[in-house]
């Protein structure tokens, strides 16, 4: 039997992975991936719980943050875009100008 | 008249600001001197005329005292000074001690104004002397005749400060400044006794002015029979009173030149001579004896103080004399002689004999202000010279200023029948009855200092006047005095042969002085001679009676020591009359025989000698207290200031504090800076630290207390 | 309330320097003249070699600046002539010309506008425009931004008035950091070499203590509920009450407060040990910044200590006052020790500022009334000699470019009237009487000899310690002048320096003048702070040493006048610091009460040594008892001869109390200890 919590632990193993992603990754569209996969672990959740307590506001809420990841990427990827236009590299690790 | 007794004190201050301003008026520098030279004595000549006016209508007044309004049309109780229960008022007061000093400052001085006219005519400056000149009469004036302490303490330090202008007249010299700094700041040391006393005066008398018209100034208080009261109507006691009294006379040493607050005389001499003679002979430096005088009900009382008094004075004259005895600048030697002569008159204080002392700094204001002003002359005709190995001879070339300076020495000496004889005497039989004891120690000490002025002046008139001159007449190499001479740093001038004063000197020749410097040599003279046998004790007592009103009479002093009054004198009047009048004349024949030997070089140690001699050395250099206010002042001191006070107080201690402060910001900041690597994964990595954190701590919080209830799931059937 | 003949006067003297400023701001700018070598944006020289073509622009900022600068001072002047220096309310006590709106509310916090000037205040209002319009005058010549350079003054202006006037704690806070903004600008864009690390240090180190006065204001709204000053200043208004009463219960949290607004004030004095940022302030400063700076920044701490610390914490300033004594001893002879030995003119003329607030600091905490009078008027001496030496050390740095004093040296010879106007403010700094400087030291040094403040730290000693400065200012004041204006000519470039010009001598002849009418006319002056000392000090806060007999000298004189204008002594819930005078022990002599005037015996006149008393008569009247409470027969009078006591006069302790004119056997009554009136005389 699936249970709610076969769904938490999915959710919770798919943000583990999405934010050690985040951390470990230098190619930001690779970051980026890992942050709506974060994301959708997250809605993962709340779907569950939605679920899990009969209520509908667990799916309205994922809506909503599915339009907000969509923006969000987007902004993003232009940024890298502009990012690459004047370093020619998109190693986040060389982009650290606005150090001390 | 009696109203109008504040013509005495403005007349020299409108000719001061006449001065003050005659630069202005006047295009031609020669008139506005010539006027100048006119205005100026005759301000204080005028002056001393109304107090020769004022006079008689004190004497008239049953207690001889008034108190007259400073401003006029103010009244008397025109407030200066009107703070939270602190009053003091420009008044005057007029009785007959503050008139006998008004009577010798504006006399004396006004015959060492006119005198001064002549020896300053020269000086491009001489509008600017006289103008300093006439500001001091006027100080001074306020000084003795103050209604209040703290009037007197504006004359006060009022002369201190026309002192320093006159002593630094001649500022293109350093040595001229320094002298006048020095002067100022020694004096200022006294003064802060006297601020110190006059705060203790009022806290316990409640006001600082002498007399009132109620009886509740501070000596009236004072003088209550059964002893001093304080403001509330209680005794005062003893000990308050030696407080108070130790603390004004602290304010007495310095501006009279005791010890140790006397270094700075013997430097003032720097100033022009006139300077010296009035200021440093006759009334500034008297103004400490002044005021010992005019709290005489007050010392009387504590017989700590006038110890004190007595000892200082008495120190202090055996050690000017020593010194005196090797100096060979002319003006020095006067100047260590005044000192001297100083400290007779505390002598006279301190053994309880006020009007003594009174009338020593009377007769002394006669001949020190004719040595002074002969010397001065005498300096004049050598065209600037000073030093008396250089003079000799000068009596067949200026026989006027000769006797002049004849008569002062011999007044001064103590030669039987002049007036230093008289006032010197009273002095020594005072101190021999001394009511606390020593009597004869205090006899002997002044007699030996006697003998040694005797010695001393007649050294100097032998140095000067008898032995073979050191110089060719004919070639005397000007050391003038004047601002605009050294106009490139030099000390002695090009133009030896002619000078820019147009006189005969260009031929270098000694000659004497002008009339307007002879003649008030010729009324000091006679004053000299003639003014001590009028008015001694001995001879009437008229000026003991004149200045009884003022002074505390001795019975009290007594009294307080429960001395026995009454028993016969040690020694009867006209052996003392003996004794003194043998001192006297052995010491002026002692220099007479010894100098005698010595008619060419006019010296009696060869000047190898001097060097190592150190008796010489030790007097010569005024026993060292010079060099040693140097060591501690100057040297420590200014040490002390710049390494310790200001580099590593102020600006390693306090100041590295605060640019420590700054720095220690500043080091942070550097230090925390750091986090900002720039690296996005950093930043990453803090922001899921700090969520783990944040949730970490919920969840905790939680695990205590749910937030929420905990929910059913609601049955199968009502979800799909 | 005496009503002035301009409504909102002190509004209008506070802003009008202000609309100033903001018109100054749409003229047009003048051309800068080349920089100097040195590189600052100082003053021609008046003897400078080229001739600039005149600048319309010019002319019309520097008449601009000095109209509205002139029309502050005239106000000033009016708002002076206009005061009363008798008037006294309960509430408000001795504050005139009140203007009070509701500024900001938010909430129930109100914040007032609430403007106000005593006898205190009054004074230095006047010598704030005055300083502002010398200042104004005076770089009329500035070669850069110009400009700027008048904005800044008359913003200086601005706030500086507005401190002085300001009644509500909130106001004030915000005149006195309005302060601190043109002055940073004026050390830092106008100043010498190191103006940067010298405006950055006073900005910050003033700021510090500024910070921590603002915390002390909210928890005092927080605790008493208003931030108005004469309603905390007085304790018998509620919030006064409240107030006091957190005092008596929270004593630390109480002399925390204390010790926040202190601070702030003892930095801007400037007190030892935070006096540092003064030299490097002054010294980087332009002149006409120094001036303000001198004149009237540093008089805004002392003002702080007397219209705040000492009314809203009268407890507390009075169990530190040894703090503060001591610490005003320290630089009074460390201040004047330490500028005994700069070389930098402006450094020393710095530091002899910490040694002159020094003794102010003194007559302040010495709470006697005499030290504080003469701690006010020392105040604004301070202002006028002070300003004067930095005028003269200025003008020869415009004629020679640097302020090392071994550049200097025989100068009267070149600049006569430099020297005597040089020689005036160096006088007056050494309190030579006549001049304005004693009549401030000398009563602040009575008063610290009366004071039971100083006499605990270390007995007279202490006053004595204090009295030494006279002789220390005398030592590096003369010897800077002998350095810089005496000797011969060291330096062939000092020969041809021009004597003063025309806006000099405008500048230096109205402070002279001042020296002298202070020095001479004191009574003119102090007489206006009469009232406000009074309220500031009241008599339970005085605290003369009671073993001295000028004590109760003083306390009689209180309460006469405090009877004779009708307002009645206060009371506080603090305890007394005034020791009761103990009663008359039989067989010591009490003061002795006259008979009036108008009675029948005849007083005698008082014996004059020498002169044998009038035999008996007059004099057996037996003295009244000191204290209330029946007859005590004299026991001091000698049996036998002339009486002992005093003779009867008028005494200055004992209040005139009527007395039966009878013969020598009636009582009389003795002298109420002061709450009871009696109106028969």
Redesign the interface.
């Known amino acids: 039997m699936i249970t709610t919590e076969h769904y938490l632990v999915l959710s919770a193993i798919l943000f583990t992975v999405g ?1 050690i992603g ?3 990754k230098r190619n930001p569209i690779v970051i980026f991936m890992c942050i709506e996969l974060m994301l959708n672990a997250a809605n993962l959740t709340l779907v569950a719980l939605g ?4 209520q509908v506001n667990g799916q309205m809420y994922v809506i909503f943050a599915l339009a907000v990841a969509a923006a969000e990427v987007s902004v993003g990827l232009g940024i890298i875009v502009a990012i690459f236009r004047t370093k020619e590299t998109i190693n ?2 060389e ?6 | 008249m009696l109203q109008n007794a504040w013509l005495i004190v403005w007349l020299p201050l409108l000719g001061f600001f006449f001065h003050a301003i005659s630069g202005l008026i006047f295009k031609d520098r020669a008139a506005q001197k010539r006027v100048v030279a006119y205005i100026a004595p005759g301000v204080v000549l005028a002056a001393f005329l109304v107090t020769c006016a004022v006079l008689p209508e004190v004497m008239a007044l049953p207690a001889h005292r008034a108190t007259v309004p400073l401003i006029p049309g103010l009244g008397t109780d025109a407030p200066w000074i009107k703070m939270g229960g602190f009053q003091v008022n420009f008044a005057l007061l007029l009785d007959p001690l503050s008139l006998l000093m008004a009577l010798i400052v504006t006399g004396v001085g006004g015959l060492i104004h006119v005198y001064a006219t002549g020896y300053m005519a020269e000086d491009p400056e001489q509008p600017r002397f006289f103008t300093y000149f006439n500001l001091f009469i006027f100080m001074m004036l306020l000084l003795v005749m103050a209604e209040n302490f703290l009037l007197m303490f504006v004359g006060w330090e009022g002369v201190g400060t026309c002192s320093y202008l006159l002593i630094s007249f001649w500022y293109t010299q350093v040595e001229n400044a320094k002298a006048g700094n020095k002067a100022f700041i020694v004096n200022r040391v006294g003064d802060l006794g006297f601020a110190l006393g006059m705060m203790a005066v009022w806290s316990v008398f409640g006001t600082l002015s002498f007399f009132t018209t109620d009886g509740r100034g501070v000596l009236d208080l004072a003088a209550v029979e059964g002893g001093a009261r304080d403001v509330l109507g209680n005794p005062v006691s003893a000990g308050t009173l030696t407080l108070i009294c130790m603390l004004l006379f602290v304010g007495a040493m310095g501006k009279s030149a005791q010890i140790p607050l006397w270094v700075w005389l013997p430097d003032a001499m720097a100033g022009p001579t006139p300077v010296s003679a009035l200021i440093h002979a006759a009334t500034m430096v008297t103004a400490g004896v002044v005021m010992v005088t005019r709290c005489s009900w007050l010392f009387v009382q504590a017989p700590d103080a006038m110890q004190l008094v007595g000892w200082i004075g008495i120190a202090t004259a055996f050690m000017g004399a020593t010194i005196g005895l090797v100096q060979n600048d002319i003006k020095r030697v006067l100047a260590f002689s005044t000192v001297s002569q100083l400290g007779y008159m505390f002598l006279a204080c301190g053994v309880g004999n006020f009007t003594a002392g009174m009338f020593h700094v009377t007769t002394h204001a006669f001949f020190k202000a004719l040595l002074f002003l002969g010397s001065g002359a005498v300096i004049h005709s050598m065209l600037g010279e000073q030093d008396m190995r250089r003079m000799g001879g000068l009596r067949k070339l200026i026989p006027r200023t000769w006797l002049m300076m004849f008569i002062g020495t011999y007044a001064i000496a103590g030669f039987p029948l002049l007036s230093g004889f008289w006032s010197k005497d009273e002095i020594l039989e005072a101190a021999l009855e001394s009511p606390w004891g020593s009597g004869p120690l205090l006899y002997g000490i002044g007699l030996l200092t006697a003998f040694m002025t005797a010695f001393y002046m007649n050294r100097l008139m032998w140095k000067t006047f008898y032995t073979e001159p050191r110089f060719v007449d004919g070639q005397l190499v000007p050391h003038h005095h004047s601002n605009f001479d050294a106009h490139d740093g030099h000390e002695e001038h090009a133009h030896a042969g002619g000078d820019e004063h147009g006189h005969a000197h260009g031929s270098g020749k000694v000659h004497e002085s002008p009339p307007s410097m002879m003649v008030p040599l010729y009324v000091l003279a006679v004053l000299s001679v003639g003014f001590g046998i009028v008015m001694a004790h001995f001879t009437g007592g008229r000026f003991e009676h004149f200045l009884e009103p003022s002074v505390a009479p001795k019975s009290l002093y007594v009294s307080a020591l429960r001395h026995e009054e009454g028993h016969a004198p040690l020694i009867p009047p006209v052996v003392g009359f003996v004794i003194s009048s043998v001192v006297g004349i052995a010491g002026l024949s002692l220099a007479a025989l010894l100098y005698r030997q010595k008619m060419q070089t006019g010296a009696l140690l060869p000047e190898a000698e001097k060097a190592r001699n150190p008796v010489y050395q030790f007097l010569y250099n005024k026993w060292w207290w010079d060099a040693l206010y140097e060591r501690i002042f100057l040297q420590t001191g200014g040490w002390l200031a710049d390494r310790v006070l200001w580099r590593l107080v102020d600006a390693g201690i306090v100041d590295g504090i605060v640019n420590g402060v700054a720095g220690a910001v500043g080091l942070m900041a550097r230090i925390f ?9 950093n930043y ?2 803090v922001m ?1 630290l700090g969520v783990v954190i944040l949730v970490g701590g919920l969840l905790y919080q939680w695990s205590k207390e749910p937030p929420l209830p905990v ?1 059913e ?2 049955s199968a059937a ?2 799909q | 309330m005496p009503q002035s003949p301009i409504p909102n006067i002190l509004s209008l003297l506070t802003f009008l320097p202000l609309v100033g400023a903001i018109v100054l701001l749409f003229l047009k700018r003048p051309q800068d003249l080349p920089e100097y070598h040195g590189g600052h944006a100082e003053h021609d020289a008046p003897h400078a070699p080229e001739k600039h073509p005149a600048d319309p622009a010019r002319t019309t900022v520097n008449l601009v600046a000095a109209f509205f600068a002139g029309m502050t001072f005239l106000l000033s002047l009016v708002l002076f002539g206009a005061f009363r220096s008798d008037y006294v309310e309960s509430l408000t006590r001795n504050m005139q010309f009140l203007e009070t709106a509701n500024w900001i509310q938010v909430g129930n916090i109100t914040i007032q506008y609430q403007m106000g000037v005593d006898g205190v205040s009054v004074l230095l209002i006047v010598l704030t425009t005055f300083l502002s319009l010398l200042c104004v005058l005076y770089s009329f010549h500035t070669r850069q931004r110009l400009k700027e350079f008048m904005v800044f003054l008359l913003l200086l202006e601005t706030g500086m008035i507005g401190v002085f006037c300001a009644l509500d704690l909130v106001l004030f806070y915000v005149f006195w950091e309005a302060m601190l903004i043109p002055m940073y600008f004026l050390i830092g864009i106008f100043g010498h070499e190191r103006r940067i690390y010298a405006a950055v240090k006073f900005f910050l180190y003033t700021f510090a203590g500024s910070i921590l006065m603002l915390v002390a204001i909210v928890w005092i709204y927080q605790v008493a509920g208003t931030f108005d000053v004469l309603s905390l200043s007085n304790p018998q208004t509620p919030e006064g009450k409240k107030l006091a009463e957190y005092g008596l219960r929270h004593p630390q949290a109480m002399l925390w407060l204390f010790a926040a607004f202190s601070l702030a004030f003892m930095i801007k004095v400037p007190m030892f040990p935070f006096h540092t940022w003064l030299p490097d302030a002054h010294v980087e400063a332009p002149t006409a910044g120094s001036v303000i700076l001198a004149g009237v920044l540093l008089k805004m701490g002392t003002y702080g200590f007397v219209r705040f610390c000492l009314p809203m914490f009268p407890k507390q300033a009075e169990e530190t006052a040894w703090i503060f004594i001591t610490l005003a001893i320290i630089g009074i002879v460390y201040g004047s020790i330490v500028a005994a030995v700069q070389p930098d003119a402006k450094k020393l003329v710095a530091y002899s500022s910490v040694a002159h607030l020094g003794f102010v600091v003194l007559g302040i905490f010495s709470f006697t009334q005499v030290g504080l009078m003469g701690a006010l008027i020392q105040n604004i001496n301070h202002g006028i000699s002070t300003p004067m030496l930095f005028f003269i050390v200025g003008m020869l740095y415009e004629r020679r470019h640097t302020r090392m004093i071994s550049e200097f040296g025989g100068l009267k010879l070149v600049v006569p009237m430099m020297s005597t106007m040089l020689l005036i403010a160096v006088l007056s700094s050494i309190a030579v009487p006549f001049f304005n400087g004693f009549v401030g030291e000398f009563p602040i040094l009575v008063g610290s000899w009366i004071s039971r403040k100083t006499y605990d730290i270390g007995g007279y000693g202490t006053t004595a310690l204090a009295a030494t400065g006279m002789i220390l200012s005398a030592v590096y004041m003369l010897w800077w002048f002998q350095r810089l204006m005496l000797g011969p000519i060291s330096r062939p470039e000092n020969r041809h320096l021009p004597d003063l010009s025309r806006i000099e001598w405008t500048v230096l002849a109205p402070l002279a003048g001042l020296v002298f009418w202070i020095g001479l006319g004191s009574h003119f002056w102090t007489q206006r702070m009469d009232v406000a000392v009074e309220m500031i000090l009241p008599q339970h806060m005085e605290a003369v040493n009671p073993d001295l007999p000028i004590q109760q000298v003083l306390d009689q004189q209180r309460i006469e006048t405090l009877k004779r204008r009708g307002v009645v002594p206060m009371e506080l819930g603090t305890e007394s610091t005034r020791r009761v005078p103990p009663v008359q022990a039989p067989g010591a002599s009490t003061p002795v009460v006259p008979p009036g005037p108008m009675g029948g015996s005849v007083p005698p006149s008082p014996p004059f040594p020498g002169v044998p008393p009038p035999a008996g008569a007059g004099q057996a009247t037996p003295p009244a008892p000191g204290v209330p409470g029946g007859a005590e027969p004299d026991n001091g009078a000698p049996p036998a001869g002339p009486p002992s006591e005093l003779p009867p006069g008028s005494f200055r302790g004992a209040p005139g109390s009527g007395a039966a004119p009878s013969g020598p056997d009636t009582p009389v009554s003795g002298p109420s200890s002061g709450n009871t009136a009696e109106e028969n005389r």
Request: without cysteine; glycine residues 10%; aromatic residues 10%.
């Open positions: 934010t985040v951390l470990v679920r899990h307590f009969g986040i690790d982009v650290n100008l606005m150090k001390f | 800076r750091r986090v900002q690597t720039g690296y996005v994964r990453a990595l899921l929910r799931r609601p009502g979800v």
